[in-house]
């Protein structure tokens, strides 16, 4: 593949030269779809601040292929956006989608299959990370970063409360009553009604599948014993108030983190990033541990969040946006400066690459902080899979768990009719869904 | 017309009623262009997307969805959707607060503003009008730093005072919460509106009304208030169709709060129908119905107030 855009570029570089003393140009001749005639522009959507200089590394070493990125918002909001462009013929060659919102932009008609250019790049990959954009035999996107679930906490405020950092759920239970004994203005983490990933993750790591499918018959999985054990457990916590079920992230949530009556947040590796940007000043009391495990000696855990770059249907040139998204997913150049923006990479390569790497700005005394996250990525759930409508899945969970907090109805409740909604959302779209 | 037109005398007379017809009709020409690509073609083609939806056609677990005809099984769907209707309900509950605490404030301020020999108007005028310039999703972030217990003033004051702490974002008094965002960005453009239909009063007649020993309060009561009745129908009618509306204060305090879904009232709904859910269609059916609903109310406000405001007219 790379030989072939070296010969393009070759091409191209004939084609201005010849191009500026006429129109037809020497390659005008034959007409192919896949190799354009000169210089050409993909357009890119993706979030976060890691972008705008993969994609300024990207343009300096492709003359010939100059990518325009454009931030679009966020993983919901690109996504929407990229299935209203694609309906109207102006969607981007290239985009950021989130794993779980990705079968929903293969059935929208969003991504396409490029299984034909990815090679062996599948090798890059751990097989937990590459499946992620893998269906049914078909590659829809490289991955691009990973968010392996970690527990990100307050060691300073562990510390002073004389509290051990807990490594089974179990424990994290005795370690929240603890806490609430030793300040009752203290809450050792938030459990919050909207977050549909990170629930989705704790109830993977317990071995829940919400969305399996076999041939043509999906199986909906989400209120499945395992996830009604995992809404008990919090449920437990919730009503013995040694959680504070409230909204991640809002002032309020970022003004009790800062004060330190918030200690941890269990959720992707990507989280250290997050509460950095919101509680800067506290800097080194911070720290990352291994989520704690439903069974101890089985530190398998999900992810929450991270995405992969997707070769959009739109594409004029397929062949050269996936060589793009290729490299934006798996080349070491991009994986460095991913990590340099608290990113962590999907690639195997862009993981080894972090070891080498100073610890996040939130915890820079954490020395073995990147040791401790290659441990945590190679015990990933081996296979999880997303169904085609997430985003149902997503806002129907929302609503009854914010409900169910709000008016303390029992969450397994809540989880039955998320299930309820997205199952008959799927037959209603025209599934087939077995029926349990 | 025509008629009388092949009938009239040649030449001259020919001539004119046709330039008649062409200057009006080129005047209009502009607002009819810009009202048929932005309102009516996007009115009949929500209209038709009501009547269709994405149904999966392909084979396999992952075949592509394609746009067919479904009927009314959008609409069927909006009317039985409990949560749509629950939002006209916690609308209504929104709009019991908000249209008559916004039109009264307003109308007070107008007659005060108008009372003679008042101090300060050109000042208060312009303090009561400008949080009608502050974007509304600003307006709601401002006021959601308020209402968050440790971020409120108002709480730290309560703790000063070894107070317990109130929670405004919850419960029967999230409602008063949300409509008072749009009570204070809408007091200032309605007392706006009343206050300029009360400088068109002729002066006159509160002469008159003084002559005869009418004091400031009966002049408000009994002149003021009943010849800014049009004025106030138009607010009330505004208040009305922007209640209907209303999807910005509580979106932007969604995230903050438990208490409000995505389906609080039913633009929230349609909304998240359309981009949250991928489902244009269903969105476009309940869009439908919300302004067949809007034009309905609105026509028995005009029925209603018209009579008594416009006179026989």
Known sequence: MRRRILAVAALSVAGLTLAACSSDGAEGAEEDQSTPDGPITLDYWAWGTAQQPMVEAWNEAHPDVQVVHTDAGGGGDSSAKLVTATRAENAPDVAIVEYNTLPAMIVAGVAADISEYTGDLENEYAPGVWSQATFDGASYGVPQDAGPMALTYNQARFDELGVEVPTTWAEFAEAAEAVREADPDTYITTFAPAEFGGFAGLAQQAGAEWWTVEGDTWTVGIDSDASLEVADYWQDLIDRDLVLAEPLLTPEWNAALNAGEILSWPAGLWAAGVLNGIAEPMAGDWAMAPLPQWEEGNPSVAFQGGSAVVVTTSAEYPEIAAEFAAWMGAS?????????????????????????????????????????????????????????????????????MSAAVQNGTPLREALATTHEAVVEDMETAGFTVATD | MSAEIAAAPPDRARR???????????????????????????????????FRGLRVTGDGPFGVQEETWVGLSNYVATFTDPEFLAGFGRLAIYGAIAVPVTLGLALTFALLLDLPRVRGARFARTAIFIPYAVPGVIASLLWGFLYLPSTSPANWLLGQLGLPELTVLDGGILFGSV????????????????????????????????????????IAYRI???????????????????????????????????????????????????????????AAASSVVLALGTLVLSVLLLRITQKRTFGES
Do not use: C, H
Not at chain 1, 337 to 366: K, N, R, V, W
């Open chain 1, 332 to 400: 070491d150049e991009a994986a460095a400066i991913q990590i340099e923006q608290g990113q962590y990479p999907a690639s195997l390569a862009g993981q080894e690459l972090t070891l080498e790497s100073d610890p996040p700005l939130l915890m820079p005394q954490q020395e073995d902080y990147w040791a401790v996250a290659a441990e945590i990525a190679a015990n990933t759930v081996p296979e999880i899979s997303w169904g085609p409508n997430v985003n149902v899945a997503s806002s129907a969970f929302q609503d009854a």
């Open chain 2, 16 to 50: 004119r009623p046709r330039s008649r017809w062409v200057a009006p009709y080129t005047f209009l020409l502009p607002a009819g262009i810009l009202f048929i690509a932005f309102l009516a073609i996007p009115m009949v083609y929500a209209l038709y997307l009501s």
């Open chain 2, 179 to 218: 409509a008072n965002i749009a009570i204070w960005s809408g007091v200032g453009f309605n007392m706006i509106i009343i206050y300029t239909s009360l400088r068109g009063i002729p002066g006159d007649v509160y002469e008159a009304a003084r002559i005869d020993g009418a004091s400031e309060w009966d």
């Open chain 2, 224 to 282: 003021k208030i009943p010849l800014v009745g049009p004025a106030l129908v138009l607010t009330g009618l505004f208040a009305l169709i922007g209640t209907l509306q209303v999807y910005g204060e509580p979106t932007t305090l969604r995230p903050m709060t438990n208490a409000i879904s995505q389906t609080w009232v039913p633009l929230m709904k349609i909304y998240r129908d359309a981009f949250v859910r991928d489902d244009l269609s269903l």
